[in-house]
């Protein structure tokens, strides 16, 4: 199963991603948002977090869980490499593993979008597709 894959956008970047569990393709969402980020260098996982997050729905959890992950980069200066998810109920807990933003050379992630985005159970396990404002 392919984690993550890039599809043909003509002004942001967009993405679909899979897991065989829905913890499992929010882990693989978080590694495709972090490889729209590093565009190279492999990050490091020297630091680790812990971030919660709620969603009335698997699309607003998913949604709220990237939007996270791109406010760690601007107002804590923290990569993620990988995460660890559980989610319960519309509750997301994450363990983040990453470093800090100064090591690396980023590209810019603006914002998620809730244009096209889904998140869906398929007969090989979850997807998910995502739009980024860049």
């Known amino acids: 199963m392919i984690k993550f894959k890039f599809l043909p956008h003509t002004a942001d970047i967009k993405f679909q991603a899979n897991g065989k569990t829905k913890d499992a393709l929010f882990e693989n969402c978080a590694l495709a948002v972090s490889s729209v980020y590093a565009r190279g260098p ?6 680790k977090k812990t971030i919660q997050v709620s969603g009335k729905d698997d699309s607003s959890l998913l949604y709220n869980f990237l939007e996270e992950l791109i406010f760690q980069v601007d107002a804590n200066s923290f990569i993620t490499a990988k995460a660890k998810v559980k989610i319960e109920t519309n509750h997301l807990k994450a363990t983040l593993f990453g470093d800090e933003v100064e090591n690396y050379e980023l590209d810019s992630i603006k914002a ?15 997807q998910a597709q995502v739009i980024l404002d860049v």
């Open 42 to 47: 492999k990050i490091k996982d020297k630091i």
């Open 112 to 126: 998620v979008t809730y244009h096209q985005m889904y998140v869906k159970q398929t007969r090989l396990g979850w």
